[in-house]
T-cell receptor, first 113, second 113 residues
């Protein structure tokens, strides 16, 4: 079967660094996406990884290890507005032309002052 | 900017009614998707379409149907609404390439009484 696992909840302090992990087991692999979703709002795209390594985009970085079926999202210099759910999603085999993604259940991050 | 527009932000319907949720995108995307999002269950794919008049079942298609007569519009139909279809419904669209993310509409919060 296909499965994506993320921690349900995390808490961190303003100004700190937090790492949100995602492990996946899918039929093939054509890329991994991270989304941010504030309460009551639509998910918004954060990052995309298809090759092993780290992709940096401002305060946010995303890492991928295909051999381990593992990714993480790193948030630096946390701000209160980073309180949100973070969704990990994988594009599996046979999804190339359809754009279909498999989503994890999301990690709710609470940033405290 | 990509714009995905869902026809209603909030909708209240009665059990047994036929319900139409409309989604329009303005970026000439090939792929369109309908999800429902429930607490603790994450995003679940109902149906998707990778071309006009083409549709494929997602993970939870029972009780739903879809229509894609034009490239920019993807409609979700609840044939006979039931209370267990009360949920947040999210529409998304994407280009077909692997590295292209899905872009989401603001969602429709549907209540079936």
């Amino acid at each position: 079967g296909q499965n994506i696992d993320q921690p349900t909840e995390m808490t961190a302090t303003e100004g700190a660094i937090v790492q949100i992990n995602c492990t996946y087991q899918t039929s093939g692999f054509n890329g991994l996406f991270w989304y941010q979703q504030h309460a009551g709002e639509a998910p918004t795209f954060l990052s995309y990884n298809v090759l092993d390594g780290l992709e940096e985009k401002g305060r946010f970085s995303s890492f991928l290890s295909r051999s381990k079926g593992y990714s993480y999202l790193l948030l630096k210099e946390l701000q209160m507005k980073d309180s949100a759910s973070y969704l990990c999603a994988v594009r599996g085999h046979g999804s190339s032309n359809t754009g279909k993604l498999i989503f994890g259940q999301g990690t709710t991050l609470q940033v405290k002052p | 900017d990509v714009k995905v527009t869902q026809s209603s932000r909030y909708l209240v319907k009665r059990t047994g009614e036929k319900v139409f949720l409309e989604c329009v995108q303005d970026m000439d995307h090939e792929n369109m998707f309908w999800y429902r999002q429930d607490p603790g269950l994450g995003l679940r794919l109902i149906y998707f379409s990778y071309d006009v008049k083409m549709k494929e079942k997602g993970d939870i298609p029972e009780g739903y149907s879809v229509s894609r007569e034009k490239k920019e519009r993807f409609s979700l139909i609840l044939e006979s609404a039931s209370t267990n279809q009360t949920s947040m419904y999210l529409c998304a669209s994407s280009l077909w390439e692997n590295n292209q993310p899905q872009h989401f509409g603001d969602g429709t919060r549907l209540s079936i009484l």
